[in-house]
């Protein structure tokens, strides 16, 4: 079955760090680029950072550059999402999703992981 | 800060025919902007519906369609039905970086 599953979602103060993680099964996941995307409370989509299908090349927005990083593990088929300095506008539900194999869009996405920021 | 702008809301009837836009603060979208177009209803995850314009995934109900209108990248859907009733969203792509628009609900009515 082609999927990805989220986790690593919680409660957390302001100013810690979580990782998130995302494990892809079903399809070849070192060939296709994966993103983070968050939606916060009753609000619309946020594209919040990609990486292409061999690691090397990553892109962030910039309301988490320097805060957040992206990596993968294509042995484990699992993608990550580091957040450090967490704030209280971070809290969203987090989802992952898979690029197109053109790299023109994204297809397949996960049913997300929330995140709460709060003390 | 680059913005991508789309309707707050519309109404259709069932049966009929609408159309959604989605335009870009840097001026005019173009295929280069390889526009995407999603479907989310509440509670669910985005599901995705067109990429580069106007390509259509394996799932797409053929009666979603996408193209250029103008300056804008566009989402019609033809014989509209209840289950149509959604939030769409489009995705812009800027040499590296993605912006979502905002956001388009539309009702079925």
């Known amino acids: 079955q082609v999927q990805l599953v989220e986790s690593g979602g919680g409660v957390v103060q302001p100013g810690r760090s979580l990782r998130l993680s995302c494990a892809a099964s079903g399809f070849t996941f070192s060939s296709y680029s994966v993103h983070w995307v968050r939606q916060a409370p009753g609000k619309g989509l946020e594209w919040l950072t990609d990486?292409?299908?061999?690691?090397?090349?990553?892109h962030y927005a910039d309301s988490v550059k320097g805060r957040f990083t992206i990596s993968r593990d294509n042995s484990k088929n699992t993608l990550y999402l580091q957040m450090n300095s967490l704030r209280v506008e971070d809290t969203a539900v987090y989802y992952c999703?898979?690029?197109?194999?053109?790299?023109?869009?994204?297809?397949?996405w996960g049913r997300g992981t929330l995140v709460t920021v709060a003390s | 800060q680059t913005v991508v702008t789309q309707e707050p809301s519309l109404t259709v009837s069932p049966g009929g025919t609408v159309t959604l836009t989605c335009a870009s603060s840097t001026g005019a979208v173009t295929s280069g902007n390889y526009p995407n177009w999603f479907q989310q209803k509440p509670g669910q995850a985005p599901r995705a519906l067109i990429y580069?314009?106007?390509n259509k995934h394996s799932w797409t109900p053929a009666r979603f369609s996408g193209s250029l209108l103008g300056d804008k990248a566009a989402l019609t859907l033809s014989g509209v039905q209840p289950e149509d009733e959604a939030e769409y969203y489009c995705?812009?792509?800027?040499?590296?970086?993605?912006?979502f628009g905002g956001g388009t609900k539309l009702t079925v009515l």
């Open positions: 995705l812009l792509h800027y040499g590296g970086a993605w912006v």
């Open positions: 580069s314009t106007s």
């Open positions: 990486i292409l299908n061999d690691g090397r090349i990553k």
């Open positions: 999703a898979r690029g197109t194999i053109a790299i023109a869009g994204l297809d397949l």
